[in-house]
Each structure stands twice: as C-alpha cells, then as structure tokens.
C-alpha cells in the first residue's frame, strides 16, 4: 500500500483547501480561484449567505422534521443540494421557494429530496426505482409507459407514508417562529437545514425535537416514571446527590430495577402492565375531574 507523506505545512495546505471548498462549493465550476478572485468571492457572497440563508428539510404532516438535507443530500434528479442554486441576493418572495439544478443540462427545476431504502433508491408504485423516473415535472417513469408519474408508498421510520411528506424551503425567520433549531452563522455554502451534529440523525431519534436548546437541569433531574422513553430509562442518572431523588418516594425506582429470578420477558411484561395501570389510574382520575 503507498504511503502519502505531506512536506512541512501541506496539513495546513490542506486544512485551507477544504476551507475553500466548503465556502465556495461548485461555484468555482471545478477550476480554483486565484487568491483575488477568492478574497472577491467571499466579500461579495459570504455577507448574502449570511443573512439569507435558506434551511432545507423533508417533513412529515405530524411536522417533525425526518431528514434535514445537507450539501451531500441527493435530490430526486440524482444530483446533490450543493449542485442546486443555494444562494440569494434577495429572498423570494412567492412560496415554495424554488431551488433549481445548476447541473446543465438537468430538468430539475426545484430540490426535492427523496429517501433511500438501505443504499438504494425507493420503488414507485409502478416498481422501478426512482432513479428511473424523469427529474422533469410530472417525475414520469422512463422504464414503463403505464405510470402517471412518481409516487412510492414508502414508509419513513416516523411512521408516516412518503408522498405525505413535503421537501420544506424556509427562512431562518420562518423557523424561529416555529420553535425549530437554525444553529449558529455559518460561510459555508448549501448548509440547507444542518444545525448540528444531531442534524445527522433522523427525525425521531433526536432527543430535543422542539429544536430550542437542551432541556433544563429540573427536566434532567427529575425522577423516571414508568412512561418514560426506553432509552432515558436505561441511561438515566441515578444520582443520590440530586435533591429530587432524594424526596421522592422509592416505590417507583424499585420497580423499574429487574429482579434477580426475572427473564427478559417477564421483567419487560412487568414494567408494561405496570405502565397501563397508570393509563388507567389517570383515566379514572380525569372522569372525576
């Protein structure tokens, strides 16, 4: 195997270079700028990006955000977000804001991001894969003639169908209003709706969904229930030194330990009739009230 070695201060070189590359993207259309064109560039468009930047996601009618697309996001037309215009002077004002393919010869005239099964693109009713269905609108297949266009009954891990969902184009503005995270300033181009490292997860599998901050000290310190998510419950701190546990009766945290003559099965059914019990109780109790 060939060994690369870099000459005193090519890491830096190449640290500038991937810097470079995330700010200007495929602006430059694969010949580097010149160190002048370069200083021009960011003076001209980084301000721009700046405050109009556009925060891209694929979301479902409960308005959980599934996928937030990022530069290396594919589109419908197999073509990336950062190939797709990203850049605004001006905000358009009409909605949805449309982001065409810069590729030439594309017909995509707006991103649309569309899930993977695995590694593969997912089935059309018509069974052909959507890759093989044309970027133009209308997303008609290009393997049959007797489909009317894309539409693939896939389900997402939200639970909720493909085609419910909607690729959202918004503003920085529009998110804020709807409690939904938008992360810090950034110069780097086609961000779409990347605002931290849980912005690579899915929808569900983010803890904080409301997307405003982490939860409160009182929020992390308060005791289990047994309606608690799986995951809180099996890393959850069992501190002593926290003053809520020290206050709260000890019924419940007994109860969520597994005893030693318990399987599997026996403690998980336990703990599940257990959790209708409280359904129940608080039924009954909100009847009388």
């Not at 002593?240 to 005893?259: D, F, I, M, N």
């Not at 003559?261 to 129940?280: I, N, P, T």
Request: glycine residues 8%; proline residues 7%.
């Amino acid at each position: 195997m060939e060994r690369l070695t870099l000459p005193l201060g090519g890491a830096a070189a190449v640290d500038e270079y991937l810097e470079y590359r995330r700010i200007v993207g495929e602006d430059d259309g694969g010949k580097l700028f010149t160190p002048e064109e370069y200083e021009e560039y960011k003076r001209k468009v980084l301000p721009m990006r700046l405050q109009n930047r556009l925060y891209v996601s694929w979301r479902s009618p409960t308005g959980m955000d599934c996928k937030l697309v990022g530069p290396e996001t594919l589109c419908f037309c197999t073509h990336r977000y950062k190939q797709h215009k990203t850049d605004f002077e001006t905000i358009p004002p009409q909605r949805p804001i449309s982001l065409p393919c810069q590729v030439r010869g594309c017909p995509c005239r707006t991103y649309l991001y569309v899930p993977l099964n695995g590694t593969q693109p997912i089935r059309c009713r018509c069974k052909h894969f959507a890759d093989q269905h044309s970027a133009a609108p209308g997303f008609v297949c290009s393997a049959c003639s007797k489909c009317s266009g894309f539409h693939s009954c896939f389900t997402c891990a939200c639970g909720q169908p493909a085609y419910a969902h909607d690729t959202v184009v918004e503003t920085k503005q529009e998110r804020l209003a709807q409690g939904k995270p938008v992360g810090q300033d950034v110069p780097y181009a086609a961000m779409g709706g990347l605002t931290g490292f849980s912005s690579l997860a899915e929808g569900y599998m983010r803890l904080d969904d409301s997307g405003i901050g982490a939860p409160s000290a009182e929020f992390l310190d308060s005791p289990g229930t047994a309606m608690d998510h799986p995951f809180l419950k099996a890393f959850q701190a069992s501190s002593s030194s926290s003053p809520e546990t020290l206050t709260v009766g000890t019924s419940s945290q007994v109860s969520s330990l597994r005893k030693p003559e318990e399987d599997d099965m026996a403690f998980f059914e336990r703990r599940y009739q257990e959790r209708v019990s409280l359904l129940e109780n608080l039924l009954t109790l909100s009847i009388y009230l």
